[in-house]
């Protein structure tokens, strides 16, 4: 069965940090493209950051550029999201997510921009930052 378990989230301040963990389960992280999500209040969800560590190939959505890297560690089967330089528009519920399909070229790319319910999905993680 395949699970994926999201933790870390938090309160913080403007400019503060947090790493998101999600532990995986069921599959090996080099078999799918994996990666983060958020969804903010009255807002569409979002792809943040997405990884197909079978050829190390990322994508990420603009406003992660330069703040947030996205880590794995395969003894754990889990993979992190660091998030520095924490904004209030940054507050959201993030989920991880690996795709149902194998990883293929352009794979986290498919999922961070075309996610889809067959996908794979875990429960969010609150992240609030204040002001």
């Known amino acids: 069965e395949v699970q994926l378990q999201a933790s870390g989230g938090g309160l913080v301040q403007t400019g503060g940090s947090l790493r998101l963990s999600c532990a995986v389960s069921?599959?090996?992280?080099?078999?799918?493209?994996i990666g983060w999500f958020r969804q903010a209040p009255g807002k569409e969800r979002e792809g943040v950051f997405c990884?197909?560590?079978?050829?190390?190939?990322?994508w990420y959505a603009d406003s992660a550029r330069g703040r947030f890297t996205i880590s794995s560690d395969n003894a754990k089967n889990t993979i992190y999201l660091q998030m520095n330089s924490l904004k209030p528009e940054d507050t959201a519920v993030y989920y991880c997510?690996?795709?149902?399909?194998?990883?293929?070229?352009?794979?986290?790319?498919?999922?961070?921009?075309?996610?889809?319910?067959?996908?794979?999905w875990g429960r969010g993680t609150q992240v609030t930052v204040s002001s």
């Open positions: 990884i197909n560590k079978s050829d190390g190939r990322t």
């Open positions: 997510a690996a795709s149902k399909d194998g990883p293929g070229s352009g794979s986290q790319y498919r999922l961070c921009k075309y996610p889809g319910g067959d996908d794979y």
């Open positions: 069921g599959f090996s992280l080099d078999d799918h493209a």
